[in-house]
């Protein structure tokens, strides 16, 4: 989980550094992308006040990330690999963790994919709104992001009938490798016909 809150925490610091926020913008953008995803699984399924809000080593490590981001700005680039893969893997570990609290709290399946998709993806969609953009899962180009979020959760979600352990590395593996392959394999999933660029600039996937 660690690693999946800071790389998200390094993604959101690396945005507020593009559109050029200030200390306090950078802090707040970095924490948002951290903890946003856990914080509104928590509040879905009930349970307050959301763990990540009480976990004081954790938010002081996610300041110091932005803090470190914000002072060495060229240390680390958005489209760096390692980004990528940390990237994904705080995704997968999210998705899983977020499916894991929705079968713990009696959700169903749609409920458990819903719960591991928003954890996997929320602090990302916070951020792009946060920062005056379209929330980037509803036109991503290149690879698959809350799909394979989702797909992730419902793998979590039939494996754990059999064993929750087995189901949290199922969860990880199965959104780690339908990201990864959509990459490789330049997937992408429908759009309508016959329209232009989107206000991003990209059409989407």
Do not use: C
Request: hydrophobic share 55%.
């Amino acid at each position: 989980m660690w690693v999946g809150t800071l790389t998200f925490a390094a993604t959101g610091a690396l945005v507020a550094l593009r559109k050029r926020f200030d200390l306090i913008g950078v802090l707040v953008l970095a924490s948002v992308t951290a903890i946003g995803g856990g914080s509104i699984r928590d509040i879905i399924v009930g349970r307050l006040p959301p763990t990540n809000f009480t976990n004081e080593p954790l938010l002081w490590v996610v300041a110091a990330t932005a803090l470190l981001i914000f002072l060495l700005p060229h240390a680390v680039r958005e489209e760096s690999r390692l980004l990528y893969v940390l990237d994904t893997l705080g995704l997968a570990v999210f998705a899983a963790l977020g499916a894991e609290r929705g079968v713990e709290y009696g959700m169903g399946m749609w409920g458990t994919v819903f719960a591991g998709a928003v954890s996997g993806v929320g602090g990302g969609v916070l951020r792009d709104v946060l920062s005056g953009k379209v929330p980037g899962i509803f036109y991503r180009f290149g690879d698959f992001y809350a799909s394979a979020a989702a797909l992730g959760a419902l793998a979590f979600y039939f494996v754990s009938f059999l064993s929750p352990a087995w189901a949290l590395a199922a969860g990880v593996l199965v959104t780690a490798v339908v990201r990864i392959g959509s990459r490789l394999l330049k997937l992408r999933l429908p759009v309508p016909r016959g329209l232009g660029e989107d206000a991003e600039g990209e059409r989407a996937p």
